[in-house]
């Protein structure tokens, strides 16, 4: 399994990290930018991610703007497309329907217990 955790946080990825570590390889990005670069070169290379964690508070591109792009990278390429968990310590209903309207997979409240 190819994962990405996008966070800001380098703690957070590293809980990420490890956890995720033992069902495939796992790439990290700082931002929703390069999250959005990652995914776009992984679908060009036709291996794309099967499973991205977002966090949604990020400098550059937030979480929720990168799985607007990331959604709209995937359905150019086709059918298919990664399980996307977006993760925040924003619990909000206003985030949480945001997330899903964009078709997220599911949606993991900050901290995260493993």
């Known amino acids: 399994m190819r994962c ?6 380098p703690v957070c990825r ?6 995720l570590r033992a069902y495939g390889t796992v790439e990290e990005a700082t931002n929703g930018r390069d999250a959005v670069a990652a995914v776009r070169v992984a679908v060009q290379a036709q291996q794309p991610y099967d499973l991205i964690t977002l966090d949604i508070m990020m400098p550059d591109m937030d ?16 059918p298919g497309g990664a399980k996307i968990f977006m993760t925040s310590a924003l619990g ?9 309207r964009e078709h997220c997979t599911g949606y993991l409240t900050k901290p995260i217990d493993l």
């Open 14 to 19: 590293k809980v990420l990290s490890a956890a």
């Open 4 to 9: 990405l955790i996008v966070d800001d946080d």
């Open 92 to 100: 909000d209903g206003k985030n949480v329907m945001a997330a899903f």
């Open 63 to 78: 979480g929720q703007a990168a799985l607007t792009a990331i959604r709209a990278l995937e359905i150019a390429a086709g």
